[in-house]
């Protein structure tokens, strides 16, 4: 399950600035309309690529 600033990966390329692989915290878990998460996914060095409303498909926890 996966919780508020958990730290995720894109399963695929979501944006043209966030790839699959790209890492990021959770912000928000939204429960309407459908399931989603808030996302902030970073570069390495930890500056802001992009902020995306995602899905349960589209991220995993990074280990």
Do not use: H, R, W
């Amino acid at each position: 399950m996966i919780k508020e600033y958990d730290v995720v990966k894109a399963k695929k390329d979501l944006s043209d600035s966030v790839l699959q692989g790209c890492e990021g915290a959770v912000l928000l878990i939204y429960q309407e309309p459908a399931l989603g998460y808030e996302v902030e996914f970073v570069d390495s060095n930890g500056d802001t690529l992009d902020v995306l409303i995602v899905y349960l498909g589209d991220i995993e926890v990074s280990e």
